[in-house]
Every structure is written in structure tokens, then in C-alpha cells.
């Protein structure tokens, strides 16, 4: 397992490097090397953590017999200490890289209006990012650090009734606990029903970086339970969105007339340009206060956001209008049958992850495994399949969440739209979307831990997620009432009702643009 630990990470770095100079700008391409550097090892940590699931699956070290009396198994990586570190890492990313990073590049507006050095700028919100998140941590974990795991002793003997449902020769020494590895969890639970119970807590304090995988899922899911429940129905509608509005053949008379249309959006957005202009410096020029400056940035960058949204569906359009008339000769015929064949595969998988949430994460006791008895069943005549889907699914979680932040950009102008284009995509883009792999990565593998929790019964994360962190205090709630899966299936409802009746994106209405800034130049 080690040796493939180690493949796959130089495999995962290589990939990597080729997605950045694939995607990368052209005015960054030969500088920005630090960012460059920081998004390729950023890339790479949140990978590592979303595929150290399967291979922690595979490495079951979370079961007892592990310890000395049953290690046929085991595979022998201590995997706590992997998950500790690579989250301790992604903390360092998102408390300190990134904010510093994208402060940095965004402290010059590209008007000159810069009071003090970008260095400096970046260093002062960066001093207040950190303070406010040292601060917040450190006395969460002081007060906060304690878990209070439920627990019920048995007590078990060999002539006992229970012991019956061990396979006959599997439990040779009676000196050491019977070998459990077959079993999952729903065996282990009603042979337990035989047999009375004492009912108790253990109290634990949880190590720090325990604690700061804990804060980090509580903050990150409020962002995946938006973004991944809009990508669960975003990603393959506009994948099979992409086949329905392929583009097709035009004749010289239909090609002349959508081109007048293009023209005509074009124009208008320069004149938006222009009028955005103006505004900023008036703005510039208007008595400073902290409030006033509150409400004119807040509305700035509604519109600007807006804006955004207008050009890049218009270069979306015009990149589609070429391939319909003079660059149809270059067009493969291909890919809107692999965006079809891709959008009813990935609608499969999105309807599995709602079947999974509704049958055995949200009932209490579930009603059936449903995926876990699947990966088992692969495990059966092959082991690494099994492995393999733990993968994929958490894979697939990943990709929802990317798409979900980028159709949430495109639909509503409350963040800042940053899509990740082919040869156009600047250092800020990566970085924005870097931290909010990063931010979701640990709410992707605690929610997969949680969907999957009979077939990675033996994993060390299970341990961490499924027991120290669901029971600390003031995180418990949230984690034994379920209440962010209920938010998670509902945003994931509400939003394919809503891509149902509205699956394309509209631009921006470039009249009421208009009409805004200029009610903002008269106030």
C-alpha cells in the first residue's frame, strides 16, 4: 500500500502540473511561479485527502484484531496520523496561504488606486484573518475539546447463543476475541440485541489536530451543503444540456442574423464597460465613510458580478456560433454524444447519493445498505472494485461541488464568478477555487464515511468521524439529528426542480444594467 501511496501521489502531481499550464493564462505564463507552486501542492493535498478514503478502506487498520490477534487484513499504514496531517495542511492553506494570496493580487483595482503596497495590504487582512481564526480555534478546543462517546458493554462467553453466528473453525484460540472482519455492522448489532446491555459515556479530550478536522467539517459544510446540492443536479443537467443544444449547421442567412444579435450584445456590454468606468471613479471621488463605502461596494460588485456573467456567456456563444458556420469543419462531431453518454452517467451516480441519503443515512436503524452491500458484493470476485467505487462516488462529490460554485456564480451575483477556462484562467481563479476544493474536501470524505459507514467500518476515519467528532460538545447536535443531510437533500431537491423549468443560463439583462449604474451615478 505504501509503495502505491507513492505512485499515485507523483501520478496525481504530473496531472496536476499538465492542468496548469493547460488552464493558465497566457499573460501569466512564464511568471506567478509562487502562486503556480501553491496551487500545484494545493491541488494535490486536496486530491490526497478525497482518495485517502478508499485507501483507508483498503488498509483497515481500524479493526481490533490489528492490534496482534487477527492481522491477516491489516495493512499496516497508520492512517490517523495521514488524515491528521494532510488536514493540518489544508488548514495552513485556507487560514493562511490563500486569503494572504488572494488579498495580495486583489489589493491593486487596475486604476491605480492603490494607498499602500500590495505586500503591506495583504499583510494587514491577513494579520486579522489569522487573529480571528487562532483566536476561535484555540478557545473552542479549551472549552469545547471534550467528547462524550455513548457506549454499551456486553458481556459474551463461548457457551453464550450469540456465539453460534461465528463461522464453525474461524474462532480456534478462545483465549482472544473472536475474528470479526466479516461481519458488518448490522451482524454485529443484532447479535448484540441478544444479550443485555449496560448503558454509559466515555469522556475523552480529543487530540488538537482531531479538533481542527472538527471545525474545519462544521465550517466547510456549510458551503458543500450549497454548492454539492446544486451540483448534484447541476453537473448532468448541463452535461446533457450540452448534447440537446449541440451546435448544429448554419446557412449564410441564419450565421448573418445571429450575428447581428452577437454584435448587438456586444455593444451593449461595451457600453456597460464604459459606464462601470465612470462610476468607480465617481465613487472614488465621493466623501469616504464606513457605511456609505459598505453600500457602494456591496452594489459594485452585484454589478461587476452581473458583468461578468454577460461577457463570459457571450464568449460561450460566439465560441459556439464559429463552430456552427466557419469553423464547423473543426467541430468533432464526438463530444456532445460523450457529454450525453457522461451527463446520464453522472445522473446516475446523483440519484444514487439521494437513494443512499434517504434509505440509510437519515433512518434510524437503516433500511438497507443499499451501496455498502454493492461494494461488498464487487469485493466478492474482485477486492479492489469495491475500493475502487468508495473512490469514484467521493470523486464524483468533488465535481458537484466545483459545479455547484460555478452555476451558483452564473445564477445569483452574490459571489464573484470564477470559471476555470482553457488557456484563460488566471492565478485569483485558481486560487478561489482551490480554497474551496480545500474547504469542502474534509465535508466530502465525513459525508462519504457516513453514506459508506458498513463497508469502511475498519477505517481509522471512521473512528474519528463516526465517534470522537460526532459526539464533541456543541458539534453533536448537528451531527446526530442530521440536520445538514436534511439540508443537503433539500437544496439538492430545490435545485432540480429549478434546473428542470430553467436549465440554460440567461445573461444578465443589459437594460437593467444600465438603468442601475445610472441610477448609482445620480445618488
Not at 187 to 196: E, G, I, Q
Not at 332 to 349: E, Q, T
Not at 449 to 466: E, L
Request: net charge neutral; charged share 15%; hydrophobic share 45%.
Amino acid at each position: 500500500l505504501l509503495c502505491v501511496t507513492i505512485i499515485v501521489i507523483f501520478i496525481l502531481l504530473a496531472i496536476n502540473i499538465y492542468l496548469i499550464v493547460y488552464f493558465q493564462h497566457p499573460d501569466d505564463k512564464n511568471e506567478s511561479y509562487f502562486p503556480k507552486f501553491l496551487i500545484l501542492i494545493g491541488f494535490t493535498i486536496a486530491e490526497c485527502s478525497i482518495l485517502l478514503l478508499p485507501l483507508d478502506v483498503a488498509n483497515k487498520e481500524g479493526y481490533a484484531g490489528c492490534d496482534g490477534y487477527d492481522t491477516s487484513v491489516c495493512g499496516g499504514l497508520d492512517m490517523t496520523l495521514l488524515w491528521e496531517i494532510t488536514y493540518l495542511a489544508v488548514l495552513v492553506y485556507v487560514v493562511l496561504l490563500i486569503p494572504f494570496a488572494i488579498f495580495y493580487y486583489e489589493a491593486d483595482d487596475g486604476q491605480g488606486n492603490v494607498k499602500e503596497s500590495m505586500f503591506c495590504q495583504a499583510f494587514k487582512y491577513e494579520c486579522a484573518v489569522l487573529i480571528i481564526s487562532t483566536l476561535t480555534l484555540v478557545l473552542m478546543y479549551f472549552y469545547l475539546g471534550t467528547t462524550n462517546i455513548p457506549v454499551t458493554t456486553y458481556t459474551i462467553g463461548v457457551g453464550d447463543s450469540t456465539t453460534d453466528t461465528i463461522p464453525s473453525g474461524s474462532w480456534v484460540d478462545t483465549s482472544k476475541p473472536p475474528p470479526f472482519s466479516d461481519w458488518s455492522a448490522m451482524d454485529v448489532t443484532n447479535a448484540a440485541k441478544s444479550l443485555p446491555g449496560v448503558d454509559g459515556k466515555v469522556e475523552l479530550k480529543v487530540t488538537f489536530p482531531v479538533y481542527v478536522m472538527a471545525m474545519q467539517g462544521f465550517v466547510g459544510w456549510f458551503f458543500f451543503i450549497i454548492f454539492a446540492g446544486v451540483g448534484l443536479s447541476a453537473l448532468p443537467v448541463d452535461l446533457i444540456c450540452g448534447y440537446i443544444y449541440r451546435p448544429r449547421h448554419m446557412d449564410a442567412v441564419e450565421f448573418a442574423e445571429a450575428q447581428l444579435s452577437v454584435r448587438q450584445r456586444v455593444n451593449d456590454l461595451i457600453e456597460i464597460g464604459e459606464m462601470l468606468k465612470v462610476e468607480r471613479s465617481q465613487n472614488s471621488e465621493k466623501p469616504s465613510g464606513f457605511f456609505s463605502n459598505r453600500s457602494r461596494n456591496k452594489n459594485d460588485r452585484v454589478t461587476v458580478n452581473k458583468f461578468k456573467q454577460a461577457v463570459y456567456l457571450l464568449e460561450s456563444d460566439v465560441e459556439d456560433l464559429k463552430l456552427c458556420h466557419e469553423n464547423y469543419h473543426k467541430y468533432n462531431p464526438l463530444v456532445p454524444y460523450f457529454k450525453l453518454l457522461f451527463g446520464i452517467v453522472s445522473l446516475i451516480l446523483s440519484l444514487l447519493w439521494i437513494v443512499q441519503i434517504c434509505i440509510f443515512i437519515l433512518p434510524n436503524p437503516p433500511l438497507t445498505p443499499f451501496l455498502n452491500d454493492y461494494f461488498k458484493w464487487f469485493d466478492s470476485w474482485f477486492s479492489l472494485f469495491g475500493v475502487l467505487s468508495v473512490g469514484m462516488f467521493s470523486v464524483y462529490l468533488q465535481f458537484c461541488v466545483i459545479k455547484g460554485c460555478f452555476k451558483f456564480g452564473v445564477r445569483f451575483f452574490f459571489i464573484t464568478l470564477h470559471p476555470m477556462k482553457m488557456n484563460g484562467t488566471y492565478m485569483n481563479s485558481f486560487l478561489f477555487n482551490l480554497g474551496l476544493i480545500l474547504l469542502c474536501s474534509l465535508p466530502v470524505v465525513q459525508f462519504s464515511v457516513m453514506a459508506f459507514s458498513d463497508y469502511a467500518r475498519f477505517t481509522n476515519v471512521n473512528q474519528i468521524f463516526g465517534v470522537q467528532i460526532k459526539y464533541l460538545q456543541f458539534f453533536e447536535y448537528f451531527w446526530t439529528t442530521n440536520a445538514f443531510i436534511y439540508a443537503l437533500l433539500g437544496m439538492a431537491l430545490l435545485s432540480a426542480i429549478y434546473l428542470i423549468f430553467k436549465p440554460r443560463d440567461i445573461p444578465a439583462n443589459s437594460m437593467e444594467l444600465k438603468e442601475s449604474l445610472k441610477r448609482s451615478r445620480r445618488r
